[in-house]
């Protein structure tokens, strides 16, 4: 019985150090090296798998950013200054890659991947809790290229991938924001949504 309770001691004791609590005791105020990032995603469809990821740039407005929590609220600040909106122009860049996540699923990637063409489409938005309003989009076109990889050894498919660049209206945009990209199908099915913000 003494020894039941000197464990549950001991597991306590690691799940208290490996609470963010514990962990935010060397510091929860990052700095961002340039970009911030939509979160990586790997999606299961019933025709395959597509790997998304993405990036958030604007020269060098987010070198050296800074986020502090100051009062359970967050605080941005850029070489001692307060930064409070984002900058004119913000750049995206969403890349999709196509898998068959198995053997059993067909040499098509993704139904958004058809020979070597691909049918994808977007929906910018800024969320402000749980608020959604559009984004404004630059008058530049978005422009998307897509590629294909050199064949995966013991493996009878080449993957496909393409990569999208939006350039997005940030003036007046407050920095807590985060920026929200859907990303859907040729036939309109929402397939995931992204989310960036420092």
């Not at 053997?103 to 990637?109: K, Q, W």
């Not at 393409?162 to 985060?178: A, S, Y």
Request: charged share 20%; glycine share 10%.
């Amino acid at each position: 019985m003494r020894r039941c309770r000197y464990l549950q001691t001991i597991l306590l004791t690691l799940i208290v150090g490996a609470s963010p609590m514990g962990a935010s005791a060397g510091g929860n105020n990052p700095i961002y090296g340039g970009t911030i990032d939509f979160g990586a995603q790997l999606l299961h469809l019933d025709d395959g798998c597509l790997a998304l990821n993405g990036t958030v740039t604007s020269g060098t407005f987010f070198q050296d950013l800074q986020r502090i929590e100051i009062d359970n609220r967050f605080e941005y600040r850029k070489r001692g200054k307060v930064v409070t909106e984002y900058p004119e122009s913000l750049q995206t860049s969403i890349r999709i890659e196509g898998d068959r996540c198995t053997a059993a699923l067909s040499d098509s990637p993704s139904s958004i991947f058809q020979g070597d063409s691909y049918s994808v489409k977007f929906q910018v938005e800024w969320k402000d809790g749980m608020e959604l309003r559009p984004a404004v989009l630059s008058s530049l076109v978005a422009h998307c290229s897509g590629s294909t990889s050199t064949p995966i050894p013991r493996r009878d498919f080449t993957i496909p991938f393409v990569t999208c660049e939006m350039t997005v209206d940030g003036k007046g945009v407050p920095l807590g924001d985060h920026l929200i990209v859907s990303v859907f199908a040729a036939d309109g099915k929402r397939l995931t949504r992204l989310s960036a913000g420092p």
